[in-house]
């Protein structure tokens, strides 16, 4: 079976992209050899339609860090198409989950927004002026773990993100 993880470098060892269609880079991996090839991510205008391409030459299986609703839309337009989640871990890590079947298989999106929607969660705002103090946030849209303070509620004004 072919599986394809997002990558930010051509090093196994680090972690997977994550935002898996805005990857620098695709890992494609054989289960049967183990074997991988690295393809770069040509996805112009992010429509995500390079996706395709790997669906054509076989891949079945998508392991991603975070997916946005137009890449998963994409995906799983094909109904053999299955897309798993694998974070805080390594491209070998993750790869190595999969064939041990610990990865949860997706039937959502893991993020609310594509970032060509202008909802992407990198954001450092200051809200004083909207009841509350500073949002400091990078977890991708992933439930974090981490703890959020301050006044403001709503849409994440007011808080701020320690870890």
């Known amino acids: 079976m072919l599986v394809l993880f997002g990558a930010n ?22 289960t049967e ?31 991603v860090g975070n997916i946005g609703p137009h890449a998963f839309s994409v995906l799983k337009q094909h109904r053999d198409v299955k897309i798993y989640l694998a974070r805080r871990m390594s491209i070998q890590e993750a790869f190595e989950k999969f064939i041990a079947g610990e990865l949860q298989e997706l ?10 929607d202008g909802h992407e969660h990198h954001h450092d705002h200051d809200h004083t002026g909207n009841g509350g103090g500073r949002h ?8 974090c773990g981490h703890r959020h303070e301050g ?6 004004l007011g808080r701020r993100h320690q870890q």
């Open 136 to 143: 400091n946030h990078d977890c991708e849209g992933e439930d």
């Open 151 to 156: 006044g403001g509620g709503g849409r994440g």
């Open 9 to 30: 470098s051509k090093d196994l060892t680090q972690p997977l992209a994550k935002r898996f269609g805005h990857a620098e880079q695709f890992v494609v991996f054989n």
């Open 33 to 63: 050899d183990r074997s991988h090839r690295f393809f770069e991510n040509i996805d112009e205008g992010h429509t995500h339609s390079n996706l395709l391409d790997f669906i054509d030459i076989g891949v079945r299986a998508f392991v």
């Open 107 to 116: 039937t959502a999106p893991t993020m609310a927004h594509s970032v060509e």
